[in-house]
């Protein structure tokens, strides 16, 4: 957290200070409560989640953050994972709710460009 905090201090204001964590963050020694009071927010990653456990996570990122905080939601693209265009779809519709601010997909410029359509398409849901 002080190195978050020492970060925030030397940045440019006008830089957004994110950390990136995973759903149990804790486990690697994150607490994403106390970054939140020394960042502007976190991408929270929705890997290898079902679209039902991803409003969770979100919520869960938002009460631990705050409101005024950024909160994102983070995905990867690639086999198995996201097997088809309605998989990716499914998981990014609780993403797009108005108490998450945005989606990060993990490697885009190493996606195929048949996927994405599949992003354009998920973001329309």
């Known amino acids: 957290t002080s190195l978050v905090a020492e970060l925030r201090e030397v940045a440019d204001p006008e830089t957004r200070v994110l950390i990136i964590d995973l759903k149990d963050g804790w486990l690697g020694g994150c607490d994403l409560a106390a970054l939140g009071k020394v960042c502007d927010g976190a991408i929270l990653c929705a890997y290898d989640m079902q679209a039902?456990?991803?409003?969770?996570?979100?919520?869960?990122?938002?009460?631990?953050?705050?409101?005024?905080?950024?909160?994102?939601?983070?995905?990867?693209?690639?086999?198995?994972?996201m097997a088809g265009p309605e998989i990716l779809a499914a998981k990014v519709k609780p993403a797009l709710a108005p108490d998450v601010d945005g989606i990060?997909?993990?490697?885009?410029?190493?996606v195929p460009a048949a996927r994405l359509d599949w992003v354009r398409a998920a973001r329309a849901v």
């Open 52 to 81: 039902g456990d991803v409003a969770g996570l979100m919520a869960a990122g938002r009460t631990a953050l705050g409101a005024e905080k950024f909160l994102g939601a983070g995905y990867r693209l690639f086999y198995p994972e």
């Open 104 to 110: 990060n997909f993990y490697n885009y410029g190493l």
